[in-house]
């Protein structure tokens, strides 16, 4: 079974768009990302939930919203897509603490058009 | 805002070579880990790293954390086709509890080992 699981895989759409990601986690964590890959393949964080609270909110427009209805799920709506929007999304989940592990899910790749 | 430099940012090799990859920051952090990706795929953890002048060793890979805990280093000793990939490090900040994991990464080091 997938430990973290992000539909869609790819994603193309429209400027002007909205779309929403969505990620599952079976591992029983209490605590789920939101990531964003861009073209050089940095790796910055978006959002951080805690137990269905949001605990991280790093700068990011609010054309995104997260929403978690329960503490496996973490689901991304983007309002408005833009050109920039364009990278690969990745989901996360970890134990919460300082040292804990990322497990990824496998990326949504999305292209703004 | 913690930074983490990671070097070198491309790396193409033949098989059979060693390399090292850098990580370095003027911050400390509690731990490290380290990340390979593969194309089309998440990173997938391969070590965390927690206590300054840490060396750890995974098959042909040796993991070092800094005595200062602010630079670590990744060498693969004989490197083969199957390590290419996307090497990440990242950093976490003990916040006395409440960083909920939140990692800096570094911007990844692009391996290619050539047969």
């Known amino acids: 079974d997938t430990a973290v699981s992000q539909t869609p895989k790819y994603l193309v759409t429209q400027m002007g768009n909205d779309k929403s990601i969505k990620c599952e986690q079976n591992?029983?964590?209490?605590?789920m990302y939101w990531y964003k890959q861009d073209s050089k393949k940095f790796l910055k964080i978006m959002f951080s939930?805690?137990?269905?609270?949001?605990?991280i909110n790093e700068t990011v427009p609010n054309r995104f919203s997260p929403k978690s209805p329960d503490k496996a799920h973490l689901n991304l709506h983007i309002n408005s897509l833009e050109l920039g929007d364009s990278a690969v999304y990745f989901c996360?989940?970890?134990?919460?603490?300082?040292?804990?592990?990322?497990?990824f899910g496998n990326g949504t790749r999305l292209t703004v058009t | 805002t913690q930074l983490l430099e990671q070097s070198p940012q491309f790396l193409s090799i033949q098989e059979g070579e060693n390399l090292t990859v850098y990580c370095n920051s003027s911050?400390?952090?509690?731990?490290l880990q380290w990340y390979r990706q593969e194309p089309g795929e998440g990173p997938v953890l391969l070590v965390t790293?927690?206590?300054?002048?840490e060396v750890k060793k995974l098959k042909r890979l040796t993991f070092q954390f800094g005595d200062a805990r602010k630079d670590s280093s990744l060498h693969i000793t004989a490197a083969q086709p199957g390590d290419t990939g996307l090497y990440l490090c990242?950093?976490?900040?003990?916040?006395?509890?409440?960083?909920?994991?939140?990692?800096?990464f570094g911007q990844g080091t692009i391996l290619t080992v050539h047969p």
């Open positions: 790293v927690v206590t300054g002048g």
């Open positions: 911050s400390v952090f509690s731990s």
């Open positions: 996360a989940s970890s134990l919460g603490t300082g040292d804990s592990p990322l497990h």
């Open positions: 591992l029983g964590h209490d605590t």
């Open positions: 939930y805690n137990n269905k609270e949001l605990i």
């Open positions: 990242a950093g976490a900040v003990d916040a006395g509890g409440t960083s909920y994991g939140k990692l800096t």
